[in-house]
């Protein structure tokens, strides 16, 4: 089975910038579509950007222009680069992998954005 450990949450003050990291332990890494979500207290969970095995990006309406997904196939990692964030951006972000038949979440990581 899939491992996903994401990393590099934390507090941070609004306009302040964070990066998450997940690593997955997969040898087919390369091959799979990436995703981070989110879930904020007493809200759905959300999907905030996705990564395709050939690099296409897509995000929520509610990051463009301020997250940034990418990957790195050799090193087996996905990242959320978070500038200018907000109050609203506190959830717990969890990052999931794509396969055929099925996906695999990582434990998730809090980001609380306050003064």
């Known amino acids: 089975q899939v491992q996903l450990v994401e990393s590099g949450g934390g507090l941070v003050q609004p306009g302040g910038s964070l990066r998450l990291s997940c690593a997955a332990s997969t040898s087919s890494f390369s091959r799979n579509t990436m995703s981070w979500f989110r879930r904020a207290p007493g809200k759905q969970r959300e999907l905030v950007a996705t990564?395709?095995?050939?690099?296409?990006?897509n995000y929520a309406d509610s990051v463009k222009g301020r997250f940034t997904i990418s990957r790195d196939n050799a090193e087996n990692g996905v990242y959320l680069q978070m500038n200018n964030l907000k109050p609203e951006d506190t959830a717990v972000y969890y990052c999931l992998l794509w396969y055929i038949g099925g996906n695999s979440w990582g434990q998730g990581i809090q980001v609380t954005v306050s003064s």
């Open positions: 990564i395709t095995r050939g690099g296409s990006t």
